[in-house]
Every structure is written in C-alpha cells, then in structure tokens.
C-alpha cells in the first residue's frame, strides 16, 4: 500500500485533464485549510487586528511576486524544460542551480533592504490610512514575513523543477503544508504573541512549503552542489524573457497594493472585507483556471517547441471551454449565495453582520469578473509558451491602469463603500481577458471565432438560467422552511439551494450538447477505473496471503 501510494505521489501526468484534476484534488484541500485559516483569523482576532496581518503581507508577498513569480510563471519551465529536452537532465539540473542561486541571492539583498526601510514604506504606501500606532505593528508583522518568503523561493523554484517534468501531486501539495503552517501559528502561538503568532506560521509554513517537496526533486536527480555556476546561458535567457514580464508583475502588485491602501482608507476592517472576499472567489479560480492553465503550460510550451501550431490552438480552446464550463456557474452560485457562504466561512463571533454584509457585496462584485480572470490565466500562459512576454505586459498595462482610475474613483471621489474595489477589478478583468484572446487570435493565425463563442453562449446562457433557478428556492426555503439563524439550517439551505441549481445546468448543457460535459465525465469514469485498479493492487496480496 504504502509503495503505491508513493508510486502515485511520483507519477507522471501526461494529459492536461488528468494533470489538472490531480492539482485541483490537491488545491480544493489547499483552498479548504486557506479558509479554515481565514475562518481561525476571524475567530481569534477582530477585522481591525486582521486588518495588520494583511496590511503586513502585502509588502513581502509584493517582492516575491515580482521577482520569484515572474521567473517561474514566464521563463523558468519553458527554458529548463528546452534544455531538458535539447541537452539533458545533467544541463538543465546545472541551469536550475544557477538560477536558484542567482534568484535567492537578490531575493535575499532586496529583502534586507525592506527589512530596514519598512517603516516609511508601509506608511506611505500600504497603509497611509491607518494610525501611526496600526503601521508600527504592520512593519513588525512584515518584517517577520519577510523571512518566511525566503524559504518559499527555494519551494517554488522546486515546483517549477517537478512540474517541468510533468509531476504535479507533490508541487500542488506544497501549498497546503503553506497553509498548514500559518494555521499552526494561529492556534499555537497568537496565545504567546497575539497577531504576531500568525505571521510566524508564515515562517513555518514556507519552511514546510520547501520540505516535503526535497524527496521529489532529489528523485529527479536534482541536487545542491558548489560552487554553483551564476553565469550559466539559461540564466540570461530566462532574464531576459522575465525581463519585460517583470514590468507588468510590477504592475499588478502596484495594483494590488492600491487596492489594499484604498481599503485602509474607506473605514477599520475594510481590508479584512476586501481580502476575505478575494480569498473566496480565488478558490474556484484557482481551482478551475490556474490548474487548468498550469497543466497546460508544460503541453503548450512543448508543442511550439516542435512547430505543431495547429496542435497549440486546438489546446488553448479545448483548456479556454473547459476552464469556462467550470468558472462560469461558479461564478453565479457565489454572486447568488454571497451571503450564506460567508456566514458559513467566515460567521465567527467577532465578525458581525455589518462584516458578512459588505464582504458579501464585495465578493458578489468580484466574481462578477471570476471566469474572466480564469481565462486570463491560461491566455498569458499561451503567451509564455510563445515565448511572448511583451504582449501580455502590454496588456496588463493597460488593464491595471483601467483598475487604478476606476478604483480611485469610485472609493476617493464617489465615497463608495469598499464593495466598490470589487467592481473595478471585474470590469478591469473582463477586460484583459478580451484583449489578451483578441491579440492571441492574431499571433498565432486566427482562430475559428464560431468554434469559440458557440460553445461559450451555451455555456453563459445554462449559468443564467441557471443563477435563477438557485435564486428561487433559497428565497423560499429561507423566508418559509429553515431557520437561517442556526449553522446546520444555514448549511443544509445553500447545500440543496446549490446542489439543485448545479443540477439544473448540468441538465441545461446537456440539451445544448456542449461538448465539455461529455469530456468531463469521461473524466471521472477514468479517475473511478483507476481508484478501482488500485484497490485491487491494494487487496489482492491480502486475499493471497489469507
């Protein structure tokens, strides 16, 4: 039993969906400990303490993103995975060094540089709305935070490695230890230090980020050695393609943290609203779009490798429906149920109704743009495969600047509550993803626009009929049945309010023959032949033995 569960931890995912799945099995519990953590935050502090904590991430999650994420998400697996293929594991294993070393050494000098000039940057920046005693205790949560990014450099760059070679179990694990950690800093160590505790389960979590995923890697047949060779040709190419990317990671952090100071500036547990409303909507996001895209990078980079350009546009529209048929009636189900779902999530005793309501309206604004975003991701990830950074930096540009002028305006000059950010980011998303599919559509030689659209407005039109069907009962069932005041009534409501909706759009898109339906439960019938193939690997010494 226990070698086959490590024979299936270590397995290659050769196909998309089945790479894709995996990840989203891994991620669905990444995304459940991301709100039992969030769930535990509310729990134990008031919005105003979480306020600091997420005020106090921004800064350190700002740098790793452009600097770490920018590398991995545009460069590193399309070049390792080149060199892979072209000279060898022993090159590309001498290239990952060198870019591991180069990548945590700036990494390292940028965050000393933090480190001691905190204080006038979150001041200025990240929470000018906040008193000077709320910025002091952001500047000691960051600073601590600080360090625990450190250790998550050399986990992603870990994940790029497995990923590359087409193992996604592990690396889709990693986040959950993430989460973990900060979890165990919150019910372990707030009792000693208050806020602080939970930024030293950042530390503990990035710690076990970069641990559990050392055996894979090393199986691999990837290992420290020094001295590490800096200069080695993939360093250069991979900075040079993240170099214009870097831009517009700028960019979107920039944007990230404006939201982040406008929040500050609308009212005390503004930021905790707009952060807990993220946290929601990124999880069928996450779930749908970034494992769909991720599995694809690798396929994706592959085929322009080998010049099957056809092959690459069939694969970006099949992942583009597929990413849709999901994100879309997830979108509808948390504008519809926006409030039971964050009184289920997030209904603590220190997160009154005033909290629920307005995070409810955020989140009910941001998932207006929720597919889009989804999209998005796998469209820049076609991109990458291109070996294109220049357009989709243009693009987010662009999109980032739309987001900035509408946010100000809406909460500086309207005076609009911070439901209103929300709204900004959906317009700003919906956005990027049409001018990302209209610039892709040319690159790569157009693509058949009926083959595109025929099976999205089927899609669009089962999710509002859809949204209907779940906004009825959970009237009814509300005003006339359940008792919404207790948890279990709560639950059991918005469980069936769901269950029967999903059913009505299942129903709905197979009368419209949408292609995607049949797909996925093939899907599923694979996942069930091989659950049973490996019972029966599991069973059969037993019954010999006996």
Do not use: C
């Amino acid at each position: 039993m226990v070698k086959n569960l490590f024979s299936l931890l270590y397995s290659r995912q050769t196909s998309i969906l089945s790479a894709a799945s995996i990840i989203m099995a891994t991620m669905m519990l990444s995304k459940v400990l991301g709100l039992v953590r969030d769930r535990l935050l509310a729990h134990v502090f008031s919005p105003d303490m979480i306020d600091i904590f997420w005020a106090a991430f921004r800064l350190p999650d700002l740098i790793f993103q452009i600097i770490i994420l920018g590398a991995l998400s545009v460069a590193f697996i399309p070049v390792f995975t080149e060199h892979l293929e072209d000279k060898g594991k022993d090159d590309a294993f001498e290239m990952a060094r060198a870019v591991l070393g180069v990548f945590l050494s700036i990494f390292i000098l940028i965050t000393i540089l933090i480190f001691y000039f905190a204080e006038p940057i979150i001041a200025s920046f990240i929470a000018p709305g906040f008193t000077p005693e709320r910025q002091s205790q952001v500047v000691e949560l960051a600073r601590v935070i600080l360090f625990g990014q450190v250790i998550l450099v050399v986990g992603s760059f870990f994940i790029g490695i497995s990923q590359s070679f087409q193992r996604f179990i592990i690396p889709a694990m990693s986040p959950v230890f993430y989460n973990l950690g900060i979890i165990l800093g919150i019910v372990f160590l707030s009792k000693y230090f208050g806020i602080v505790g939970a930024a030293y389960g950042v530390v503990i979590g990035a710690f076990l980020h970069a641990v559990i995923q050392i055996p894979l890697v090393w199986s691999l047949g990837f290992s420290f050695k020094l001295p590490t060779k800096f200069f080695h040709p993939g360093v250069k190419e991979i900075m040079k393609l993240m170099s214009v990317r870097t831009i517009g990671l700028a960019a979107e952090q920039i944007n990230e943290t404006v939201g982040v100071a406008l929040a500050t500036l609308v009212s005390i547990g503004s930021v905790t609203y707009l952060t807990f409303a993220q946290h929601l909507q990124v999880v069928p996001i996450g779930l749908f779009g970034a494992t769909l895209a991720q599995a694809a990078l690798p396929v994706l980079s592959s085929e322009r490798a080998h010049g099957r350009l056809e092959e690459f546009k069939v694969t970006i529209l099949t992942t583009l429906h597929q990413i849709l048929f999901l994100t879309l009636p997830a979108a509808a189900i948390l504008i519809v149920i926006r409030i039971p779902v964050v009184r289920l999530v997030f209904g603590a005793s220190r997160f009154d109704w005033e909290a629920t309501v307005l995070t409810g309206a955020t989140l009910a604004f941001l998932a207006v743009g929720l597919a889009a975003q989804a999209v998005s991701l796998l469209l820049v990830r076609g991109f990458y495969a291109l070996k294109d950074t220049k357009t989709p930096v243009i693009v987010s540009l662009v999109v980032v600047t739309l987001n900035i002028v509408l946010s100000v305006y809406l909460i500086v000059i309207l005076k609009l509550d911070v439901w209103s950010i929300g709204l900004a980011n959906s317009i700003s998303a919906i956005a990027s993803a049409v001018l990302l599919f209209w610039t892709l559509h040319f690159k790569v030689g157009k693509f058949s626009l009926k083959v595109v659209l025929g099976p999205f407005i089927k899609m669009l039109m089962a999710t509002i009929i859809m949204g209907v069907a779940l906004y009825a009962p959970i009237k009814l069932l509300d005003a006339v049945i359940f008792d919404t005041t207790r948890t279990i009534n709560l639950l059991v409501l918005t469980g069936l309010s769901s269950i029967f909706a999903l059913f009505i759009y299942v129903l709905l898109v197979w009368f419209l023959k949408v292609r995607e339906l049949d797909t996925y439960v093939e899907l599923l019938k694979r996942l069930g032949k091989f659950q049973s193939k490996l019972k029966s690997k599991e069973i059969l010494p037993e019954t010999v033995e006996k």
